[in-house]
């Protein structure tokens, strides 16, 4: 019978020690999820663009109702460490001088993906939900649909909602402004 290669699984410290020692550089796409270290795929115009697109609109929406960051680091536990494309923080943003955003600051998060979607939804989804991030966005560029994420348990998110093309929606944090696919789905 044959068995499987044991995995070594990393924790945020020793992640960050190989940064510091040059393993990796800040301009290496890589992040720490689950304690693995996973190469994520580079950044395309399209992508860029929707990221650009939505801060623009959060910012501007919220008026400092939240700390809009954008493709920034969070804190998960001790072996997760990943870079959503954007988090709406509860201000002030001060609070994040000296330490990264836990579960329990954020307010929701998007996630973009042009070519990544199906790991998006198979890895990083599942880590959001154990973890009880409340609500995520996932947009997919190359469907051009939203899949809205609410409701977190061990298992996954038990709400998924799909927002086509032309559909309007809103956040649980935010219900009073709402946003056109139209708007980012160009």
């Given amino acids: 019978m044959a068995t499987l290669p044991a995995r070594y699984r990393f924790t945020i410290a020793e992640y960050h020690r190989m940064g ?7 301009d290496d796409r890589v992040e720490l999820l689950d304690g693995e270290i996973v190469q994520m795929a ?23 109702r939240a700390v809009v960051s954008s493709q920034n680091l969070i ?11 954007l988090m709406l923080l509860i201000p002030p943003a001060t609070q994040y001088r000296d330490r990264l955003p836990q579960p329990s600051d954020l ?6 993906a042009d070519t990544s979607a199906a790991f998006k939804r198979r890895v990083k989804l599942p880590l959001y939900a154990r973890v009880g991030i409340r609500e995520v966005w996932l947009m997919d560029l190359k469907q051009r649909i939203f899949q809205v994420f609410r409701q977190p348990s061990l298992d996954g998110y038990l709400s998924v909602t799909r927002v086509a093309k032309g559909e ?19």
């Fill in 20 to 26: 510091k020692a040059r393993i990796f550089t800040e």
């Fill in 168 to 186: 309007r929606l809103a956040s649980e944090a935010f219900p009073d402004i709402t946003l056109s696919s139209d708007e980012v789905l160009a």
């Fill in 42 to 64: 580079a950044i395309g115009k399209r992508h860029a663009y929707t990221v650009l697109t939505l801060h623009e609109l959060f910012i501007t929406r919220l008026r400092r």
């Fill in 107 to 112: 307010l929701f998060l998007i996630e973009v």
């Fill in 75 to 85: 804190a998960l536990g001790e072996t997760s460490e990943p870079q959503p494309d």
